[in-house]
């Protein structure tokens, strides 16, 4: 029987290969998370959601996640090579001050030169750790009834840890700690963040035992650092509670976008493009940490519940930064939200597809993917599209036109003094204002409002088609997953809620801060909002899907980067477009978003649909292919461009 309750069939294959899961082959919350992956209108998320072995990694990726504290062959020359000379330049003579700092301060109180003589051997490690050991050995401490200056007091060893404590909670603990932060935050710098680290425990937890070594230590001595350069080019790799470095490097941008909106007084912010450029970079990792926790949970969830969260909040994002542009711009930047769901139509169906075929065509010479499942998307698609231009085009037929002129001025005709005519100049005819055509305001926007109730329930058929009635359509070319391990979940179940929770709750304080910060730039800036809209606002919220679809076809899994792309101006049309509408015309604000595109708009994207159906009708993708796509993108892109701005307390779509 081809109609396959996907629900039932994902149970048994639970019970039936839940022992060889067991033991290494796929992980199930993996395998369920590819399901999810191919229904209709969800958008593929590519990265683990399951723990994975280190023994399942590379021995590049094991080797970066290893503690620096087993000796190891160095097949270099030496230690000398412009990373470790970095490390010395940029951190180290600086960290070797603070040691000489604090070992005086140590060291002039009598008590404190036990802890004088531990800080004086370290410091000529930070300044060059390479090669050199830091050991515990037992014996070199000085226990808590051992005296210090020939007496056994114990409370003379109490006063010198506490000043020990106090010296190096001022001198030597900050340091170490930025240390650590700038150097994490360089990436290729984790090695040396790591070294900050341990050291940091070390003058905490055992300081009186700590010996440094420049020789190859005993059997019997407890190595707890050793390191052989300050730089590893392969840290990129690196990841933290199942997340990618990078991303989790970036949350300090979110911390300092919040900070100057809400905590730091106007007077001691930044300029306003450093701003701007902050509250975009925190808009990244926050796209991240959703989408994380969206199929995390969902794949913790019942199967159709899990489909239903990861559609209903997959446009959370982008729902989120167009209501708040809205309603903080009191309808000013409605300009803004068009152009910018015009411009994550175009990314999802020409930039987002054509950089996957053209990565994926790099490393592969021709990648195939499952035409019929695209021809599937591509017919919900096309149904998209025109349900949301309907109103555009009702509206370009019989909307009111007005004749504007300008430079007008009356000459005398026959030389009678009743008999006159006017002569103007750039005349045309322009369509009302729409608040103030009776075509719009009695049928343009009672039709888009009807639209915007019917498009989500076209979604949920969608959605019903692919997981009860045709699923076998989209299980038919399944792929198996190459990820592998324990059916552990990187983040539970609870924790993916409070994530999902916490990131939705941030991303909304950092939007009303874009959208702040974006008026301003558009008064220091030749740029139209539209293009900002158009470009900006339009891509940097969707950059996780943009380096998951390229990944998937690197992969050469190019069925699953096409499928994000057409799910996204899915979701786009079905929900997002009809959630701005239905919220921008119940939400008090000067002007609404009236779901009337200009022209140009409507032709791009038409275009945009066309071209990615007829290129996926053969199954087959190249990066010619992509490059042409990219191309085709940037040429309607640089059109938007050289609009004439308008005058955004008015909305006139130039029809």
């Given at each position: 029987n081809s109609m396959l309750d996907t629900s039932s069939s994902y149970e048994k294959l639970v019970s039936s290969d839940s022992a060889s899961n067991m033991y290494g082959s796929t992980s199930l919350l993996e395998e369920k998370k590819n399901r999810i992956n191919r229904l209709f209108g969800i958008i593929p998320w590519k990265h683990h959601i399951s723990k994975r072995s280190m023994s399942e990694r590379s021995n590049v990726v094991r080797e970066l996640h290893e503690e620096p504290v087993k000796p190891k062959k160095w097949t270099g020359a030496s230690f000398v090579n412009p990373g470790n000379i970095a490390w010395a330049v940029l951190f180290g003579?600086?960290?070797?001050?603070?040691?000489?700092?604090?070992?005086?301060?140590?060291?002039?109180?009598?008590?404190?030169?036990?802890?004088?003589?531990?800080?004086?051997?370290?410091?000529?490690?930070?300044?060059?750790?390479?090669?050199?050991?830091?050991?515990?050995?037992?014996?070199?401490?000085?226990?808590?009834?051992?005296?210090?200056?020939?007496?056994?007091?114990?409370?003379?060893?109490?006063?010198?840890?506490?000043?020990?404590?106090?010296v190096i909670g001022i001198f030597l603990l900050p340091v170490h700690a930025l240390s650590l932060f700038i150097t994490w935050e360089f990436i290729v710098l984790i090695p040396m963040s790591k070294v900050n680290r341990i050291l940091m425990k070390l003058l905490v937890m055992d300081p009186l035992n700590i010996e440094v070594l420049y020789t190859d230590p005993e059997i019997t001595?407890?190595?707890?650092?050793?390191?052989?350069?300050?730089?590893?080019?392969?840290?990129?790799?690196?990841?933290?509670f199942g997340m990618h470095v990078l991303l989790v490097n970036l949350l300090p941008f979110v911390l300092f976008s919040i900070a100057e909106g809400w905590i730091v007084p106007e007077k001691y912010r930044p300029p306003v493009m450093v701003l701007f450029v902050m509250d975009l970079v925190a808009v990244i990792p926050l796209a991240y940490y959703i989408g994380m926790a969206i199929s995390s949970f969902a794949a913790q969830s019942n199967y159709f519940v899990g489909a239903v969260l990861t559609a209903t909040f997959?446009?959370?994002?982008?729902?989120?930064?167009?209501?708040?542009?809205?309603?903080?711009?009191?309808?000013?930047?409605?300009?803004?939200?068009?152009?910018?769901?015009?411009?994550?139509?175009?990314?999802?169906?020409?930039?987002?597809?054509?950089?996957?075929?053209?990565?994926?065509g790099f490393k592969h010479k021709e990648q195939n993917f499952n035409a019929v499942?695209?021809?599937?998307?591509?017919?919900?698609?096309?149904?998209?599209?025109?349900?949301?231009?309907?109103?555009?085009?009702?509206?370009?037929?019989?909307?009111?036109?007005?004749?504007?002129?300008?430079?007008?001025?009356?000459?005398?005709?026959?030389?009678?003094?009743?008999?006159?005519?006017?002569?103007?100049?750039?005349?045309?005819?322009?369509?009302?204002?729409?608040?103030?055509?009776?075509?719009?305001?009695?049928?343009?926007?009672?039709?888009?409002?009807?639209?915007?109730?019917?498009?989500?329930?076209?979604?949920?058929?969608?959605?019903?088609?692919?997981?009860?009635?045709?699923?076998?359509?989209?299980?038919k070319f399944e792929e198996e997953d190459s990820a592998e391990g324990h059916d552990a979940p990187e983040w539970g179940r609870w924790a993916s809620l409070a994530v999902?929770?916490?990131?939705?709750?941030?991303?909304?304080?950092?939007?009303?801060?874009?959208?702040?910060?974006?008026?301003?730039?558009?008064?220091?800036?030749?740029?139209?909002?539209?293009?900002?809209?158009?470009?900006?606002?339009?891509?940097?919220?969707?950059?996780?899907?943009?380096?998951?679809?390229?990944?998937?076809?690197?992969?050469?899994?190019?069925?699953?980067?096409?499928?994000?792309?057409?799910?996204?101006?899915?979701?786009?049309?079905?929900?997002?477009?009809?959630?701005v509408v239905i919220f921008s015309n119940f939400y008090p604000t000067s002007i609404r978003f009236p779901l009337i595109f200009p022209t140009i708009?409507?032709?791009?994207?038409?275009?945009?649909?066309?071209?990615?159906?007829?290129?996926?009708?053969?199954?087959?993708?190249?990066?010619?292919?992509?490059?042409?796509?990219?191309?085709?993108?940037?040429?309607?892109?640089?059109?938007?461009?050289?609009?004439?701005?308008?005058?955004?307390?008015s909305y006139k779509p130039d029809l």
């Open positions: 003579w600086w960290l070797y001050l603070f040691y000489l700092f604090a070992c005086f301060f140590l060291a002039i109180t009598y008590i404190g030169l036990p802890y004088a003589k531990t800080v004086w051997k370290l410091k000529n490690y930070v300044l060059w750790p390479f090669g050199r050991y830091i050991v515990l050995r037992r014996d070199l401490g000085i226990q808590e009834n051992t005296p210090l200056n020939g007496n056994s007091r114990k409370d003379t060893n109490i006063i010198a840890k506490i000043w020990y404590y106090f001595d407890d190595i707890k650092l050793v390191t052989y350069q300050a730089v590893n080019l392969h840290s990129y790799k690196y990841t933290l997959g446009s959370v994002i982008e729902m989120i930064l167009y209501f708040s542009a809205i309603a903080t711009s009191d309808g000013e930047l409605v300009t803004l939200v068009t152009y910018a769901i015009t411009g994550t139509l175009l990314g999802c169906l020409l930039l987002l597809p054509g950089l996957s075929m053209l990565f994926g499942a695209t021809g599937v998307s591509s017919v919900f698609l096309l149904v998209s599209i025109a349900g949301v231009y309907v109103p555009t085009i009702f509206y370009q037929v019989y909307g009111n036109h007005e004749l504007e002129c300008h430079e007008c001025f009356a000459t005398e005709s026959n030389m009678s003094f009743s008999n006159y005519s006017l002569s103007c100049h750039e005349c045309k005819y322009v369509q009302l204002e729409l608040e103030e055509d009776p075509i719009y305001t009695g049928g343009a926007r009672i039709l888009a409002l009807g639209i915007s109730i019917l498009l989500p329930l076209s979604y949920i058929i969608g959605l019903f088609f692919t997981l009860r009635t045709h699923s076998h359509i989209y299980s999902l929770i916490v990131s939705t709750g941030l991303f909304t304080l950092v939007a009303e801060n874009l959208v702040h910060v974006i008026q301003e730039v558009l008064d220091h800036v030749d740029i139209s909002q539209g293009f900002i809209g158009l470009t900006i606002v339009a891509i940097v919220p969707s950059i996780a899907e943009y380096l998951n679809a390229i990944q998937f076809s690197i992969n050469n899994n190019v069925s699953l980067s096409l499928e994000i792309g057409t799910s996204a101006a899915v979701q786009c049309c079905l929900i997002q477009i009809p959630a708009h409507v032709f791009a994207v038409v275009l945009a649909v066309i071209i990615i159906s007829l290129l996926l009708f053969d199954g087959k993708s190249n990066y010619f292919q992509g490059a042409g796509m990219v191309i085709i993108y940037i040429i309607l892109v640089s059109s938007f461009y050289f609009i004439p701005q308008e005058d955004p307390t």
